[in-house]
């Protein structure tokens, strides 16, 4: 993270786990100490897409089934549970969702949890609950690409 947003900038999205909310699908957190630095300093706008789109927390791990988020934004892929129930409409609101948060704050930066299904960047798992990965992006993730936000993991220099 090289850009730190002052006070009057727009906040940058971080994905509500790395702030340490526990509303990752096991009901954990991944929390990172420079996100929620930033959450606590109000210089960031912590989400959760899951939760936004109606999944409860804890829920049954998802993953993508037939391509990406893109591809899910796009009716070509869907989004599948651990129990086989189709959650592609819960994780499209959630994308919505925070690409209507974004657009009302403004933000250009988004930073994300890597492999999840709503906010990976570039790695997603492959559908198949083998945890293998593939390349491509979460749904969330990929909406606000679409909206021309630059989105990022926390690894990202």
Same mark, same amino acid.
């Given at each position: *993270?090289?850009?730190?947003?002052?006070?009057?900038?727009?906040?940058?999205?971080?994905?509500?786990?790395?702030?340490?909310?526990?509303?990752?699908?096991?009901?954990?957190?991944?929390?990172?100490?420079? @996100? *929620?630095?930033?959450?606590?300093?109000?210089?960031?706008?912590? @989400?959760?897409?899951?939760?936004?789109?109606?999944?409860?927390?804890?829920?049954?791990?998802?993953?993508?089934?037939?391509?990406?988020?893109? %591809?899910?934004?796009?009716?070509?892929?869907?989004?599948?549970? &651990?129990?086989? #129930? %189709?959650?592609? %409409?819960?994780? @499209?609101?959630? #994308?919505?969702?925070?690409?209507?948060?974004?657009?009302?704050?403004?933000?250009?930066?988004?930073?994300?949890?890597?492999?999840?299904?709503?906010? &990976?960047?570039?790695?997603?798992?492959?559908?198949?609950?083998?945890?293998?990965?593939?390349?491509?992006?979460?749904?969330?993730?990929?909406?606000? #690409?679409?909206?021309?936000?630059?989105?990022?993991?926390?690894?990202?220099?």
């Amino acid at each position: *993270m090289d850009r730190v947003p002052t006070a009057k900038q727009a906040p940058i999205l971080v994905s509500a786990c790395l702030a340490g909310f526990p509303c990752r699908y096991d009901c954990k957190s991944k929390p990172n100490r420079e @996100v *929620m630095i930033l959450v606590a300093a109000g210089l960031a706008l912590p @989400v959760c897409p899951e939760q936004l789109g109606g999944l409860p927390t804890p829920r049954s791990a998802a993953e993508i089934v037939g391509g990406d988020g893109h %591809d899910v934004l796009a009716g070509k892929a869907r989004v599948i549970n &651990g129990t086989g #129930a %189709d959650v592609s %409409d819960e994780f @499209v609101r959630g #994308a919505r969702a925070v690409a209507q948060l974004a657009r009302l704050y403004g933000v250009k930066i988004a930073l994300l949890q890597e492999r999840s299904p709503s906010c &990976g960047t570039s790695q997603v798992y492959d559908g198949t609950f083998s945890r293998r990965l593939r390349p491509g992006a979460g749904v969330a993730a990929a909406r606000l #690409a679409q909206l021309g936000i630059e989105v990022k993991t926390v690894n990202d220099k």
